[in-house]
């Protein structure tokens, strides 16, 4: 009966020991290696990055906020947008994000063309089934004013 005791100590204390031992290999030796560099990158254009809005609501924002506006629907379910732009902000259509020019009809649904030696933006957008058109960010921002072009009035500079 001693003996059988004496097993059961033994097997507890070696089992103590190896589990001991392993943990402390486990939290005492780490990797020192330098953690690999962080690269971002930047997201991919996607369905986040476009609205599709009613075809009659963005021509009337167009032509609220541009003054040489010349609107053509085709037969082929386009809307060819001939914009001229002021020459001191040649980008504010796009909002100056060139990535949008790269963009074809048959990516999502729009075409801008900007040569920067013309004051006319060239746009196609494709017209879906509820006459809806897809509408980059970029270009929603400036229809709809939510980019600040004038400097802000504030209440005490009128005193």
């Known amino acids: 009966m001693k003996n059988s005791n004496y097993r059961w100590q033994l097997t507890f204390?070696?089992?103590a020991l190896v589990l001991?031992?392993?943990?402390y290999f486990f939290f005492t030796h780490t990797d020192n290696s330098p953690a690999p560099p962080v690269t971002e990158h930047a997201p991919a254009?996607?369905?986040d990055n476009f609205n599709v809005m009613k075809l009659d609501t963005f021509v009337a924002l167009v032509r609220s906020n541009y003054a040489g506006v010349t609107i053509q629907p085709r037969e082929?379910?386009?809307?060819d947008l001939s914009v001229k732009i002021d020459k001191n902000a040649p980008g504010s259509f796009f909002n100056n994000n060139d990535a949008l020019l790269q963009y074809k009809l048959n990516?999502?649904?729009f075409d801008i063309k900007y040569?920067?030696?013309?004051?006319?933006?060239?746009?196609?957008?494709?017209i879906d089934e509820q006459q809806g058109v897809p509408v980059p960010n970029d270009v929603l921002l400036r229809l709809t004013g939510k980019i600040n072009t004038t400097p802000t009035k504030h209440v005490d500079s009128a005193k």
């Open 115 to 126: 040569n920067p030696g013309e004051e006319v933006v060239r746009a196609l957008f494709r």
């Open 20 to 23: 001991g031992s392993a943990l």
């Open 76 to 79: 082929d379910k386009v809307l």
């Open 45 to 47: 254009f996607g369905p």
């Open 13 to 15: 204390t070696l089992l």
């Open 107 to 109: 990516d999502y649904g």
